[in-house]
């Protein structure tokens, strides 16, 4: 059996399809995994995101701890709520988890990681915190939604202080705050604008039943996929992973170079292959013609060369087939997927695919018209 979320007898309720997620019973969709990807980008859907593991760090060297621990920089970080993203890296460079870290103050911190690696995760963060005497606390306490959509901020605004919602205080994107026993951020996955809320367990399904009569659908994790791989978002243990460098997954904008006195975990093996340029890169591909893009399928080029797909899924706001790749570097702007014994032409492009509900590239090829729920 897996491990139940807080809101799970809803999920059940709403006569969700229920599968397995990194040792969690989480919802797939609740009948339709298309309509719900539209709800999202048209008008504004809510997540149970419960499953994620959120840790507090404290201590008075916690900023050192993590500009050591995380290939970005928390140094940046001045304003109090101020978010950052981030890779945590083993020694070889490669990555271990992706995460978003939030400034408190001087002495705390409050991290968001993913729920398939949290054993890992734990391991690997209490093994170096206590060099630093950080102490690490993992909030089970606490549940966790994320309300993502153009209408995000008119649906939720309503639940939080009145202060917010004046313009001149409004929450800005990467920024969180307090209001009262929730932690508010302006982050998410989806490439739409909203809020992931931190609350206490007792308190999650009174928020969840407020949304829904305001009209803020459920969404399942089928859309999340197709929702963030449309905003060129990575996933966890498939763009990424420990055998590959943020250098080769697309996320080199994620590691904090300067100062270069600063020495974090894996920034070594990082230096040299920065130096030496022969590494895979991460790439997007659109599909010229009908079909559809799945994760591992081999990539070609004119050279026989060999890429591969790591992400892949119909794109249901664009129409077509879409896919992140790991691919030799100096590809041309076409390749060849195979795909049943055929090799289909793709288009290379620079996620992400689709933001703020808007198209960012080209498309071409035939529309189709339906998607696998």
């Known amino acids: 059996m897996g491990k139940k979320t807080p809101l799970y007898a809803q999920h059940v309720q709403a006569n969700a399809k229920i599968v ?30 419960s499953h994620m593991t959120i840790i507090d760090l404290s201590g008075k060297r916690v900023r050192e701890f993590l500009r050591y621990l995380l290939a970005n920089d928390v140094g940046k970080l001045k304003e109090s709520g101020k978010a950052l993203y981030s890779c945590m890296l083993n020694e070889q460079g490669g990555v271990i988890d992706d995460l978003i870290v939030y ?29 630093f005497a950080v102490q690490v606390t993992e909030r089970e306490d606490l549940a966790m939604l994320a309300i993502q959509g153009p209408q995000a901020r008119e649906k939720v605004y309503p639940f939080i202080s009145t202060a917010l919602q004046k313009p001149a205080m409004a929450l800005k994107p990467f920024y969180a705050c307090w209001n009262g026993q929730q932690f508010i951020a302006r982050t998410g996955y989806t490439g739409e604008d909203g809020f992931e809320v931190i609350l206490p367990t007792k308190n999650v399904v009174k928020l969840w039943t407020d949304l829904q009569q305001v009209g803020v ?50 920034r070594g093996a ?14 997007g591909l659109v599909l010229q013609t009908k079909g ?34 790991r691919i030799p570097q100096g590809y041309c702007q076409r390749v060849y997927v195979a795909i049943r014994n055929k090799r289909l032409p793709a288009s290379v492009v620079k996620p992400p695919f689709v933001k703020y509900g808007k198209a960012c590239v080209d498309i071409h090829p035939p529309v189709q018209d339906d998607i696998d729920d």
């Open 217 to 266: 659908a459920p969404i399942g994790l089928g859309a999340r996929d197709t929702l963030r791989l449309e905003a060129g978002m990575n996933l966890s243990g498939t763009d990424m992973d420990e055998n590959h460098t943020p250098l080769e997954s697309g996320l080199e904008w994620t590691v904090a170079w300067s100062p270069a006195n600063r020495e974090f975990i894996g």
């Open 292 to 325: 559809v893009l799945r994760n591992k399928q081999t990539i070609y080029n004119e050279r026989e060369q060999e890429g591969l797909i790591t992400s892949g899924s119909f794109s249901p706001t664009l129409g077509v087939a879409i896919a992140l790749a």
């Open 20 to 49: 397995d997620f990194g040792g969690w019973n989480m919802p797939l969709h609740y009948g339709s995994q298309l309509n719900e990807h539209h709800q999202v980008r048209r008008d504004v859907g809510m997540f149970d995101v």
């Open 103 to 131: 400034f408190q103050d001087e002495t705390a911190f409050r991290i968001v990681v993913n729920a398939a690696t949290r054993e890992k995760d734990l391991k690997w963060i209490m093994r170096h915190a206590k060099n």
């Open 270 to 283: 990082l230096e040299i292959q920065k130096e030496n340029r022969e590494h895979k890169v991460m790439v």
